[in-house]
């Protein structure tokens, strides 16, 4: 879902994987994007004929681009670029300590590198570079989305300067910008490929980020993991946190399966903080009582004697349920708060005490027990629970208080 399909003249064409492979005006101006067994970009071809290709690292890593039989090789620190090289031109760039706003960047090698300074806005986004003489050699300006509207160069230079927002890199033989795990399109503020961390993304997994003039996406995984979130970092707050000792043991390159695994780790403990987010908001109880994380004792307690997961006081009787990861969980709350605006009911009916309640579908959204009249000590498992239930306050209807898996 949420594929562009149609903007002006222009025609958009995807894989069964969502991956956007043709771009059409009219009959004869078509581009065509290829990609490789982990969705990633190998290879353009513009309307104009044009045809570029690109090759990555173990890690994912945009390591060469060769345009028109030239190539470009990139080297990386990290998840920062740090350098680039071609037979025409080399370049550095030095960054703002455990951000990825630029510092500075040198044009050339060894003796013969030149030094000139970023001037950036609230995002971090290059508005303007400087020579060690003060003058502006390098000068742009954006609309929301990103997309270049003014470029002006001066102080005798004609300097390519390829970063933009943060992470993001410039390929002028496609206009598109390279940020890490994906593409992006500038000029309708989408990327060509759904984000890799899946039901994490949100529902919309082509947008740039909720907010664009105030959020940034370094990684291109659309929200962020880790504690700063999409916010626009200024610097590391706690240097004590960078300490450690370096032991000298080389990173080995991750296979597909590492590279898969990790991908579900960050898309796991970005649900979780969009999921305390979404409780703490709306002062919700479906963590402490629903959420994976729960012990499978503390579960099997509840539907015996109806032990409460939060306070450990017996309470009334009650089937037991968690969802299978945050990412389940993460689904049901996005679900049932932006059913309104898509233009689907709200509820599908009341429990007991009146309160509006939603039911849906989700296959495999969780596990849980319930209690077992012939034998109390025994409730029974179902490991297997294929929907999910969001209660919402019967005094404000649009306040949600709990999510928990159904049978």
């Known amino acids: 879902g949420n594929r562009l399909l149609k903007e002006g003249d222009r025609h958009y064409d995807y894989d069964a994987f969502g991956n956007l492979i043709r771009e059409r005006r009219g009959q004869a101006l078509v581009s065509a994007y290829r990609y490789d067994s982990q969705h990633r970009l190998i290879g353009v071809t513009t309307a104009d004929g044009r045809e570029t290709s690109y090759r990555y690292d173990a890690f994912g890593r945009r390591i060469s681009k060769t345009v028109d039989g030239l190539t470009t090789e990139f080297f990386w620190q990290g998840d920062q670029l740090v350098a680039e090289n071609s037979p025409r031109h080399h370049r550095s760039y030095v960054y703002e300590p455990g951000t990825f706003r630029p510092l500075a960047m040198l044009d050339g090698e060894g003796p013969d590198a030149r030094p000139f300074y970023y001037h950036l806005d609230h995002l971090g986004t290059p508005q303007e570079l400087t020579n060690p003489a003060g003058q502006i050699v390098w000068s742009a300006r954006y609309n929301g989305y990103g997309q ?50 899946k039901l994490a993304g949100g529902l919309n997994g082509y947008r740039y980020t909720l907010n664009p003039t105030g959020w940034v996406d370094p990684l291109g995984l659309v929200d962020c993991p880790g504690k700063g979130g999409c916010r626009p970092a200024v610097g590391e707050q706690d240097p004590a ?36 987010e979404v409780e703490e908001k709306y002062d919700m109880h479906t963590i402490d009582k629903h959420g994976p994380h729960i012990p499978d004792i503390v579960l099997r307690q509840r539907a015996i004697d109806g032990t409460d997961p939060i306070s450990g006081a017996p309470g009334r009787l009650n089937k037991s349920s968690q969802f299978r990861s945050w990412r389940m969980q993460l689904h049901a709350l996005n679900e049932a708060l932006t059913r309104k605006a898509r233009g689907l009911p709200s509820h599908t009916g009341f429990d007991r005490a009146g309160n509006p309640i939603l039911r849906i579908e989700m296959p495999g959204a969780g596990r849980g027990y319930k209690p077992n009249r012939r034998d109390s000590q025994s409730p029974m498992l179902n490991e297997n629970m294929n929907g999910a239930e969001i209660k919402f306050d019967k005094e404000q209807t649009d306040r949600p208080f709990t999510a928990f898996p159904i049978d």
């Open 148 to 197: 270049l509207t003014e470029l002006n160069h001066g102080g005798g230079e004609q300097l390519e300067q390829p970063l933009r927002f943060q992470g993001q890199y410039f390929d002028p033989e496609s206009g598109l910008h390279y940020n890490r795990h994906r593409y992006y399109n500038p000029g309708t503020g989408r990327y060509l490929t759904p984000d890799p961390s």
């Open 241 to 276: 946190a960078k300490i450690g000792v370096d032991e000298g043991e080389p990173r080995l390159p991750m296979t597909a399966e590492q590279r898969r695994a990790r991908i579900q780790e960050l898309s796991e403990d970005n649900a979780k903080r969009r999921v305390v």
